[in-house]
């Protein structure tokens, strides 16, 4: 199958990836390649099968109860930039 | 005969009895380590001071306390997708250098608990996605066997280490066949329990509905006794299981017919043109061995084989799209300058992750998206369906699916760089086995021509991890392919 580049440009934007022009030259060319071959999939029949999202056949869930967990401190200790007990990013809005 | 030719088994009793000390096996550990590693790039983080303090612990506690711990001492490898609280953890990853996780996955704190001690971090295939541990960003693995080759991936490193005697025993991931196909590379057995047996708290999501906890070892019996330490319904893991888990009596005196009454199918579908021919024999030998134990041998088909790979390879990049989201430079990991946060975050992944990660990213980012979730993703999900069903009417045939691990022996480095989808075809035979959440089990069953460990794989139904486990150990009993040892003292290194 054929697969645009403006296709794979709007998929890396989607995907929060910044690529360069030969980047998305190659994953294009790649991508497209793999998906010719998913193509087989279209050939089962499914009509009436369920979908499977997981390996388990019901997912069990705990009380929601209050518990000790990790501090703030350990939460913060990874992050590039922290200030007052917080992340720190650049601004979300222009200043006016 | 040093502590490192023990197995997991016999090093424990001997440090149990007294013979052997931890600090003498772990220093032990540590020193070959240094020897080998160089050449090998297994590891990527090395715990020897900490290893060695705690080594000391167990000693006193040895000599102190008459029930020992079932590992204690026992010094043992982390596939780095694994967090050990205060040891750096990478998934092989550039966009987690210098993380330090605040907590401890809960596989490796259980056998923490049982007093094992973790002397490293290995290498893997950036974030568990690979099939050789060459999409590792910080250079590949090498084979033991031949330092030419691939040890397999993404727990190429565990394998390695394990089969270069460094460790007894390293723990891996098995998402598409992750611990099963380094083993049969590596000449080593390799158990991906059941989806759902062993905790995930603490093990770097790749595809959370296929990922499973595993372990890298010489013989079934190690295995055996890792996942009885592993194994367990835990709080933090809301998909692990409770169900109870009862081994066989491994240590039971071996009887002539050790396996009768079990019924072994062998599916036509996993033995397809183009396998390396010493990997069909050596299944088909290993086989009619299984059978001289006195196991029943029958055909079995599993119809929906061939659409595993694309049913894999839709469901588990996008899985992995929406896991890696949180891979931001915000939280944790270095960052990239932006005057936004999308730049930032954008700059960060698109510079800090490899090409396989981004192919994935992609790959999943695409079935997920508006207009073709439908044509591939829920369609990948009903023939996911399909495939379970296949597993399903065979256990109502037979105990175990016998099956080869991959299509070939190691192959060389570079071998698929250029060419993602050749490298895809490397899972065939491992994917499905997670897709249905069944337990596999891959051991050495000969050598091919040139060397290099060929390796079978037993399947079973979920939770039947003692069948695999039986049966692996009484073929082990009658072979010696599991105890042989790559010639390292004499290759170039």
């Given at each position: 199958m054929s697969l645009s580049i403006e296709e794979v440009r709007h998929i890396a934007a989607l995907a929060r990836l910044e690529l360069d022009e030969a980047a998305l030259t190659r994953y294009c060319r790649q991508l497209a390649s793999i998906l010719d071959y998913m193509a087989r999939l279209r050939q089962v029949d499914v009509s009436g099968v369920p979908p499977a999202g997981s390996a388990l056949a019901a997912c069990p869930l705990r009380p929601d109860q209050p518990r000790p967990g990790l501090t703030v401190a350990d939460l913060l200790k990874n992050a590039a930039e922290v200030e007052a007990g917080q992340f720190k990013i650049p601004p979300v809005f222009e200043a006016e | 005969m040093t502590p490192l030719d023990l197995t997991l088994s016999e090093l424990r009793a001997a440090l149990a009895g007294g013979e052997l000390s931890s600090r003498q096996v772990t220093?032990?550990?540590?020193?070959?380590?240094?020897?080998?590693?160089?050449?090998?790039?297994?590891?990527?983080?090395?715990?020897?001071?900490?290893?060695?303090?705690?080594?000391?612990?167990?000693?006193?506690?040895?000599?102190?306390?008459?029930?020992?711990?079932?590992?204690?001492?026992?010094?043992?490898?982390?596939?780095?997708?694994?967090?050990?609280?205060?040891?750096?953890?990478?998934?092989?990853?550039?966009?987690?250098?210098?993380?330090?996780?605040?907590?401890?996955?809960?596989?490796?704190?259980?056998?923490?608990?049982?007093?094992?001690?973790?002397?490293?971090?290995?290498?893997?295939?950036?974030?568990?996605?690979?099939?050789?541990?060459?999409?590792?960003?910080?250079?590949?693995?090498?084979?033991?066997?031949?330092?030419?080759?691939?040890?397999?991936?993404?727990s190429g490193g565990s394998a390695a280490a394990v089969a270069a005697r460094i460790v007894p025993a390293g723990l891996g991931s098995d998402t598409g066949?992750?611990?099963?196909?380094?083993?049969?590379?590596?000449?080593?057995?390799?158990?991906?329990?059941?989806?759902?047996?062993?905790?995930?708290?603490?093990?770097?999501?790749?595809?959370?509905?296929?990922?499973?906890?595993?372990?890298?070892?010489?013989?079934?019996?190690?295995?055996?006794?890792?996942?009885?330490?592993?194994?367990?319904?835990?709080?933090?893991?809301?998909?692990?299981?409770?169900?109870?888990?009862?081994?066989?009596?491994?240590?039971?005196?071996?009887?002539?017919?050790?396996?009768?009454?079990?019924?072994?199918?062998?599916?036509?579908?996993?033995?397809?043109?183009?396998?390396?021919?010493?990997?069909?024999?050596?299944?088909?030998?290993?086989?009619?061995?299984?059978?001289?134990?006195?196991?029943?041998?029958?055909?079995?088909?599993?119809?929906?084989?061939?659409?595993?790979?694309?049913?894999?390879?839709?469901?588990?990049?996008?899985?992995?799209?929406?896991?890696?989201?949180?891979?931001?430079?915000?939280?944790?990991?270095?960052?990239?300058?932006g005057s936004s946060p999308q730049e930032v975050m954008a700059r960060t992944r698109g510079q800090r992750f490899g090409a396989e990660v981004e192919r994935r990213i992609m790959l999943g980012t695409y079935a997920l998206s508006r207009g073709y979730y439908e044509a591939y993703y829920a369609q990948a999900q009903k023939v996911r369906t399909l495939i379970r069903r296949d597993f399903e009417a065979a256990f109502e045939r037979v105990d175990l699916i016998a099956a080869p691990v991959a299509p070939s022996t190691a192959f060389p480095l570079g071998a698929h760089s250029d060419d993602p989808l050749s490298m895809y075809l490397e899972d065939i035979y491992t994917l499905p086995a997670n897709l249905a959440g069944v337990p596999g089990l891959a051991f050495p069953v000969g050598f091919d021509g040139q060397g290099l460990p060929v390796g079978m794989q037993l399947m079973a139904a979920p939770f039947r991890e003692d069948l695999l486990l039986g049966a692996a150990h009484a073929y082990q009993q009658v072979t010696d392919w599991h105890l042989r040892a790559p010639a390292l003292e004499e290759a170039n290194l």
């Open positions: - | 220093r032990a550990c540590l020193d070959r380590l240094a020897r080998l590693d160089p050449a090998l790039h297994a590891f990527l983080y090395v715990a020897g001071e900490r290893a060695l303090a705690e080594a000391e612990q167990a000693d006193r506690r040895l000599r102190e306390e008459r029930r020992a711990g079932a590992l204690l001492g026992v010094p043992i490898a982390v596939k780095d997708v694994l967090a050990v609280e205060d040891m750096p953890c990478t998934a092989g990853s550039k966009i987690l250098e210098g993380f330090l996780p605040p907590f401890t996955a809960t596989a490796v704190r259980r056998l923490q608990e049982a007093g094992a001690i973790v002397i490293g971090k290995t290498n893997t295939d950036e974030f568990a996605m690979g099939s050789s541990t060459e999409n590792s960003a910080y250079g590949p693995t090498r084979n033991p066997w031949a330092l030419d080759r691939v040890p397999g991936g993404s066949g992750s611990v099963r196909q380094p083993a049969a590379f590596c000449g080593l057995t390799g158990l991906k329990p059941t989806y759902g047996r062993v905790s995930r708290y603490g093990l770097i999501a790749y595809g959370s509905s296929l990922d499973c906890v595993g372990t890298l070892t010489r013989t079934a019996e190690d295995a055996a006794l890792l996942l009885a330490i592993m194994a367990g319904r835990d709080p933090l893991d809301s998909t692990s299981a409770d169900r109870p888990l009862t081994l066989p009596d491994l240590k039971a005196a071996p009887t002539s017919l050790p396996l009768r009454g079990l019924r072994i199918g062998v599916p036509d579908e996993y033995f397809v043109a183009g396998m390396q021919a010493e990997v069909e024999a050596g299944v088909r030998t290993a086989v009619a061995a299984l059978a001289d134990l006195g196991a029943e041998v029958l055909p079995v088909s599993l119809p929906h084989t061939e659409y595993a790979l694309p049913v894999y390879y839709l469901l588990a990049p996008a899985e992995a799209s929406a896991n890696l989201a949180r891979y931001d430079g915000i939280r944790y990991g270095p960052r990239l300058a």
